[in-house]
């Protein structure tokens, strides 16, 4: 078991671009969240996955965002025409979804949107 | 939604003191988990701690539920403990977690 990953670790972007960011869950984790932190704040949650459904989303995901778990295992996270105020780090974890629902993050992805 | 506000914001410590930090929350939760983040980001799990006390090591948490907080002790205070301490409780039948500002704690030699 080697936790939740995350690629890029970094990632540097003009804006309007698009940019894709991947999560791997821990392995037999049926659950999936996506959450954005700024700087001196707390994480905020945008989106979770049980298997391939997509059950819930905030508000803070504008249409310029997507996400999508084609297999119920990775799960990725598109943003289209980037802007400044994209820039953050975005953290993915994922808990078993049953049980003891503990969830688990990973390193995260640092994007800067220039 | 559920607001959760931690106290102190920040907090200094000489190496080897003793801290608690202080977890309120206004909704009824079915969970909620305690994290320590370092310098790099990584959010680290501490506790999965809905109410009762539990202990690791130097750390120990208690919830009491039905009075809505939380709180972490840190006992003899180390420089690795420096970082921001979360705490995200889950309100409901959400699975979300629900962060607050966190404290950030400074240990000094």
């Known amino acids: 078991d080697t936790g939740v990953s995350q690629n890029p670790r970094h990632k540097i972007t003009k804006r309007g671009q698009n940019v894709t960011f991947r999560c791997d869950p821990i392995?037999?984790?049926?659950?999936l969240y996506w959450y954005r932190q700024t700087l001196g704040q707390g994480p905020e949650f945008l989106t979770y996955f049980q298997n391939e459904a997509q059950l819930e989303k905030s508000r803070l995901l504008s249409d310029r965002f997507s996400a999508e778990r084609p297999k119920g295992s990775f799960s990725t996270l598109e943003i289209q025409r980037t802007e400044q105020g994209d820039s953050a780090m975005y953290l993915c974890?994922?808990?078993?979804?049953?049980?003891?629902?503990?969830?688990?993050f990973g390193p995260g992805t640092r994007l800067t949107v220039l | 939604g559920i607001q959760v506000e931690q106290s102190p914001p920040d907090l200094i410590l000489q190496e080897g003191a003793n801290s608690t930090l202080r977890c309120n929350f206004s909704?009824?939760?079915?969970?909620l988990q305690w994290f320590h983040q370092n310098p790099w980001g990584q959010l680290i799990n501490l506790f999965y701690i809905p109410s009762g006390t539990k202990q690791n090591g130097r750390l120990s948490a208690t919830t009491v539920a039905t009075e809505r907080y939380s709180l972490l002790y840190i006992s003899s205070s180390q420089t690795t403990d420096s970082g921001v301490y979360f705490c995200?409780?889950?309100?409901?039948?959400?699975?979300?977690?629900?962060f607050g500002t966190g404290t950030r704690l400074q240990v000094t030699l």
């Open positions: 995200a409780p889950t309100p409901g039948t959400a699975s979300k977690l629900t």
């Open positions: 392995s037999e984790h049926n659950r």
């Open positions: 974890a994922s808990s078993s979804g049953w049980g003891i629902n503990e969830q688990f």
């Open positions: 909704d009824s939760v079915n969970n």
